[in-house]
């Protein structure tokens, strides 16, 4: 008995420091790190591209995936988390969270396709890949979240007890309703279409890739140098495809990574029955459930950093316009009006 004590204290102890700890952590580096992917993705040369503007939107609510999934967690490890005890914040709180969550995930799945579009062969395809289309996509995503995390409204209170959190859904209908929609409708249907498109693309580049060695052996067999100088000029834009196109894969990859075990873990606890409030079994499964909230959380704090390592010199090039911007800004601005007072004095 006081072995099992000793574990309980332990998984307790551990879950209250790594939602207190990491979730500072994931806070800090993830507002910071989005931020920054707001101001380099909002330059005028990434502007345009209609990847970009879903990359832009992507980061834009992850810093609201951020602070309503992670500021609770944060309190709750001091005992200070209202949402546990107020009904109207418990929903509030929570159809905020899985409404920004799932435009996150979504936002990407329009990059994915985006890409493919731009990667076709047919001029139909591509010309699908544009900037009105971009906003109308967002309008539907925006409608079609708001839509699937509507019960969170109704089945979401507080104060609950024997089961593994106090803000959840009241009834088992509710909870196997609101799991089963994040689960499928904000987690693995993204996902899945991710995948897919992401290997349409990878197919389409590289056709792309046999077409353009073919035309290259014409070529240099006609040795046509006007054809060949013509097509250097599209070079830059086809450079930036293929490195956003990295940006995306990298990402899509670690999103399946970090999300998938979540929404797994979120069906698997609708199904099976809870465990007694201060069992040994329910401090497991809080330590478990904290760890993977935790990871999933943190997808929305990592883009910034996948893009500076994968984005190659397109969105680093951004990045240090960005820099010298700042620089100019906060040190030569002020040197330059100093020198003109002491002039005019």
């Known amino acids: 008995?006081?072995?099992?004590?000793?574990?309980?204290?332990?998984?307790?102890?551990?879950?209250?420091?790594l939602n207190y700890y990491l979730s500072i952590f994931i806070i800090i580096f993830g507002i910071i790190g989005n931020i920054l992917n707001i101001l380099v993705l909002s330059q005028?040369?990434?502007?345009?591209?209609?990847?970009?503007?879903?990359?832009?939107?992507s980061a834009i609510v992850g810093i609201i995936v951020i602070i309503s999934g992670l500021i609770s967690r944060m309190l709750s490890a001091c005992n200070l988390d209202l949402t546990l005890t107020i009904d109207w914040i418990c929903k509030v709180r929570n159809f905020i969270l899985y409404n920004s969550r799932t435009v996150f995930l979504w936002m990407i799945v329009l990059a994915t396709i985006d890409r493919w579009l731009s990667s076709s062969i047919s001029i139909n395809l591509r010309s699908m890949s544009n900037l009105k289309n971009v906003q109308r996509s967002i309008i539907i995503i925006l409608i079609y979240s708001c839509l699937i995390n509507i019960p969170i409204l109704y089945c979401y209170k507080a104060n609950l007890s024997d089961i593994l959190r106090a803000c959840y859904g009241s009834t088992y209908s509710c909870r196997l309703t609101t799991d089963l929609i994040y689960a499928f409708g904000t987690v693995l249907l993204p996902l899945?279409?991710?995948?897919?498109?992401?290997?349409?693309?990878?197919?389409?580049?590289r056709h792309l890739q046999s077409r353009v060695h073919a035309i290259n052996g014409v070529m240099i067999s006609l040795?046509?140098?006007?054809?060949?100088?013509?097509?250097?000029?599209?070079?830059?834009?086809?450079?930036t495809?293929?490195?956003?196109?990295?940006?995306?894969?990298?990402?899509?990859t670690l999103l399946f990574l970090f999300t998938s075990p979540h929404a797994i873990q979120k069906v698997y606890s609708s199904f099976a029955s809870s465990p007694p409030s201060g069992s040994l079994d329910n401090a497991v499964q809080n330590f478990i459930f904290t760890i993977l909230t935790l990871i999933a959380?943190?997808?929305?704090?990592?883009?910034?950093?996948?893009?500076?390592?994968?984005?190659?010199s397109v969105f680093r090039n951004a990045l240090r316009h960005l820099v010298k911007i700042v620089i100019q800004k906060c040190y030569y601005m002020p040197i330059?009006?100093?020198?003109r007072m002491r002039e005019i004095n």
């Not at 943190?298 to 984005?311: H, K, Q, R, V």
């Open 1 to 17: 008995m006081d072995a099992n004590t000793d574990l309980i204290l332990f998984f307790n102890n551990a879950s209250n420091s």
């Open 336 to 339: 330059n009006r100093l020198n």
């Open 44 to 57: 005028r040369s990434l502007r345009s591209n209609s990847s970009a503007i879903y990359f832009l939107a």
């Open 223 to 239: 040795e046509n140098r006007t054809l060949s100088s013509n097509k250097s000029g599209h070079l830059p834009a086809k450079k």
């Open 297 to 312: 959380l943190a997808a929305s704090g990592t883009p910034f950093y996948i893009y500076t390592l994968t984005g190659g």
């Open 241 to 252: 495809d293929r490195q956003l196109l990295k940006m995306l894969l990298v990402q899509v």
């Open 192 to 205: 899945l279409l991710m995948i897919i498109f992401g290997l349409l693309t990878i197919k389409n580049v």
